[in-house]
């Protein structure tokens, strides 16, 4: 009688040929990616741009339940997939209501978002002119999302540049000059200096000051400033 070894192959010729008595069928890897990005879809929560994540995991659980459907043979993890879109479903609900309401509450009542782009020269005019969009905001309480332009000082400051991007205030950049807004907060204590992007209200003011040019001095202010 004819004994095995240990590492010998005991499936006979016909069977591993025509792989009878084997019924296995893979996950589907588009299933494993909706899980995946399931499980980061919280991160809505925190940008609107974030929502990609959401909205991706959705659109990839859609295409791996599409795929089981089509082939079920070769493939497994419907459940997986439906759970995976469900869940993301209700992740990208529940972050743009949440942003949605932030967006409405941090607005002070009586004052109007401006942005960067409204501070920017129309196309061919000097790097300093003043556009009509930041004109008609001049005098007015105004709503500013920006970041911190790192200065000497650390903590209780009172007086600071804001600027348009993380490129110009954390990686040693000189925002232009359109790019910058000098913050005079109305609380002596002041805050901290942090890299995180920050909400400022105040008054919005034109007025150049220091050496006004490309490199240096500012021609926007926002003054009487408080944090949102």
């Known amino acids: 009688m004819a004994t095995t070894g ?3 192959d005991i499936t006979t010729p016909d069977s591993a040929a025509t792989g009878e008595g084997s019924d296995y069928r ?4 588009w299933a494993i990616g909706c899980l995946v990005l399931t499980v980061l879809s919280p991160l809505a929560f925190a940008d609107w741009w974030l929502a990609v994540v959401p909205v991706t995991s959705i659109v990839v659980g859609l295409v791996g339940w599409r795929q089981i459907v089509m082939r079920p043979e070769a493939f497994v993890g419907a459940p997986l997939a439906i759970g995976g879109v469900v869940v993301s479903a209700g992740l990208l609900a529940g972050a743009l209501a949440t942003l949605t309401q932030i967006y409405i509450a941090e607005l002070p009542e009586g004052f109007v978002r401006i942005n960067y782009q409204m501070l920017q020269p129309l196309e061919g005019d000097p790097a300093t002119a003043v556009p009509p969009t930041a004109i008609e905001a001049d005098g007015k309480d105004v709503l500013l999302k920006g970041y911190m ?3 000497t000082d650390t903590e209780g ?3 600071f540049l804001l600027v348009r991007d993380q490129g110009d205030c954390c990686f040693g950049g000189n925002p232009k000059i359109t790019d910058r807004v000098l913050v005079n907060l109305q609380d002596a204590e002041g805050i901290d200096f942090t890299p995180r992007m920050v909400k400022i209200a105040g008054r919005f003011a ?5 050496s006004v040019d490309v490199d240096g001095g500012v021609l926007y202010h926002i003054e009487d400033a408080f944090v949102r």
Request: glycine fraction near 16%.
């Open 149 to 151: 332009y790192p200065g």
């Open 157 to 159: 400051i009172v007086q």
């Open 6 to 8: 240990l590492f010998d």
């Open 26 to 29: 893979a996950v589907s890897g």
């Open 206 to 210: 034109i007025r150049p000051a220091g």
